[in-house]
């Protein structure tokens, strides 16, 4: 069973929005910080934004991605991420990233996603 699925990529032009979400299974989400990281062609993956677990009172975001996107979680074990604003340099596979720790930042993984395409046109 894999414990992370995303969905929500796809393609928009610049200044749209996307939607990602991350369906979570077999382990206790709650006490997870949960995160997503993105990694375009020929770029290391990077981190993008992270979550506390439980009511996910802390979160962190990668400065080029402050104020345009949005990380929230529910009980329903999925985690969303709100990408508003969307510019070219956002384009790249975004993966969901869950750590068992329940607040820590910066993330060290123990689940990956398997990733979405995200892809901004200019």
């Known amino acids: 069973q894999v414990p992370l699925v995303e969905s929500g990529g796809g393609l928009v032009q610049a200044g749209g929005s996307l939607r990602l979400s991350c369906a979570a299974s077999?382990?206790?989400?709650?006490?997870?910080?949960m995160g997503w990281f993105r990694q375009a062609p020929g770029k290391e993956r990077e981190f993008v934004a992270s979550?506390?677990?439980?009511?996910?009172?802390?979160t962190y975001y990668a400065d080029s991605v402050k104020g345009r996107f949005t990380i929230s979680r529910d009980n329903a074990k999925t985690v969303y991420l709100q990408m508003n604003s969307l510019k070219p340099e956002d384009t790249g596979v975004y993966y969901c990233?869950?750590?068992?720790?329940?607040?820590?930042?910066?993330?060290?993984?123990?689940?990956w996603g398997q990733g979405t395409q995200v892809t901004v046109s200019s």
């Open positions: 990233a869950a750590d068992r720790q329940f607040n820590r930042a910066p993330m060290t993984p123990d689940y």
């Open positions: 979550i506390s677990g439980g009511s996910g009172d802390s």
């Open positions: 077999g382990f206790r989400f709650s006490f997870y910080t």
